[in-house]
């Protein structure tokens, strides 16, 4: 009876162990884990296949993979990406990708060019200067507002804890602090990656900025 018990137990564990964890956010931001797929009216941030591993990082897993070869690929991408709140901008940062984007890939394009234009607030601001040769490849993508104080804004819909907790949860560590902001820096290959994140009560600036260069050149 004891062995009975003994191996409905273990093949409980086994069966739990097997499935997937989830990663879930609410309309309000609130992160939650399950064992069973995100509501409808959540998002799914990532999945962790329990068989690979205890120790595998969560990862984002609902990420279209976008492959971009030439100048009319990058155009298109900047002309269908759009972030209505931080949720939005954090469920497609990867250490390798940019929703969707592997940076090693692009940077190692030829003759894509898309100018910085002149800083404006609530706009979605790119810039990519790849070339062959001796130049830095460089690839940015920011978003700045200009708001006083605690005043709200639908972009701001997590707080700083939540956007060092999705971060963590991601794999990228604890961040820096310099000025009120966040900053998370790593390295893949031949790619340097910096991502920056201000929300200061203090300073009407409140911004993210990601950056990634190749490096050694």
Known sequence: MKFFISSLVFS???????????QCEDAQGNMSFSSEPCQEQSTTLSTLDAKAGKNRRLKNTAIKRVIINNQDDFNQFTQNLDFNN????LSGIQTRRFHGVKLSYLLRQENIQYPASPKKTETLQYFADIKRGNTKNVFSVGYELNIKGKKSHPFLNLSNQKVVSRMQSLGFGKPKMNNDTYNWTWRDGGVSCDFKYKRSQSDSSKFFKYTCSEFGR
Not at 12 to 22: E, K, T, V
């Open 86 to 89: 931080m949720s939005e901008v």
């Open 12 to 22: 409980i564990s086994i069966n739990l162990y097997a499935g997937s964890i989830h």
